[in-house]
């Protein structure tokens, strides 16, 4: 008979691959990839990341991040994530919903919003500290 670990967290969530990243890496426009897949936040995450190193107002930013953030949630849902639980930086099709809300959270701390970053980077801290460490520096 075997024994459940009840002290156990729940087991990492590994998304499936999202079909943007293929166009993001062969270099395709943002704005474009998001147009043919509204759902993906990795194209999401793109187009908040090229409007931040554009000088684009962080206003700009935080809403394309904040899209992209809920598309994540909804993809997470999907895939069995019950609201918590590691979201590995490893994992190349986790990266899209991670940089999303990395990208919220720095946002959110320019607009000065501080409750919104300080849930954002716990969050992002939460779901994979190697992100964490990686995008917010």
Known sequence: MSHVDLMAGPP????????ADAELAGG????AVVRRH??????W???AAQA???GADDVTVYAYARVGYHR???RLRRNGWKG???VPWEHEPNRGFLRSLALLALAARAIGETAEWERCSTFLRDSSAAAADELLG
């Open 72 to 74: 994540s949630l909804d």
């Open 12 to 19: 990492p969530t590994h998304l499936p691959a999202d079909p």
């Open 52 to 54: 931040q190193d554009s």
């Open 28 to 31: 395709d426009a943002p704005a």
């Open 84 to 86: 918590h639980g590691p």
């Open 38 to 43: 509204p759902e993906s936040p990795a194209a």
């Open 45 to 47: 995450a793109a187009l």
